[in-house]
């Protein structure tokens, strides 16, 4: 009884480690600090805007967001997990209106690039290009 106890509880903590984005890419759920220590670092930072009942966010995630190409591209940057009701002031600046949504900001806070809606794991990477070749040098 006791070690079925302790896989149940290994097997819900890995889940909810799953779940947390813990297994693979760190994402910051909050623009603050992370947009400043971006910026700080003169480091892109990517901005996804996501509902979180959106099952087209959930798609998107799941095929493009955690691929293995795309995640690495998105380690070199600041990235950020943002509600796009919760944090709709800082949507407005960079005029996104529905999820998901990504934004490519530069150190300054402009947006270098900025896509609304499903994207296919290419097109994520083709994005991140796009920006990094707006980016100053060495970036």
């Known amino acids: 009884m006791n070690g079925r106890k302790i896989g149940l509880t290994a097997l819900i903590f ?3 480690w799953t779940l947390a984005g813990c297994g693979g890419l760190r994402w910051n759920l909050t623009a603050e ?13 990517f901005f996804y805007f996501r509902s979180w009942a959106s099952v087209a966010c959930t798609r998107f995630e799941d095929q493009a967001l955690s691929d293995p190409a795309v995640e690495a591209a998105l380690a070199e ?3 950020i997990k943002l509600d796009i009701i919760a944090d709709r002031a800082l949507a407005g600046t960079f005029g996104v209106t529905k ?13 270098l690039v900025t896509r609304e809606g499903e994207m296919t794991k290419e097109e994520v990477l083709a994005a991140i290009d796009e920006a990094r070749s707006g980016a100053p ?3």
Do not use: C, D, H, W
Not at 33 to 45: F, V
Not at 101 to 111: L, M
């Open 14 to 16: 890995a889940t909810f």
């Open 33 to 45: 600090p992370a947009y400043s220590q971006s910026r700080e670092a003169s480091k892109l930072t």
């Open 77 to 79: 940057m600041t990235p």
């Open 99 to 111: 999820p998901p949504a990504i934004v490519i900001a530069n150190p300054a806070g402009k947006a």
């Open 137 to 139: 040098r060495g970036q």
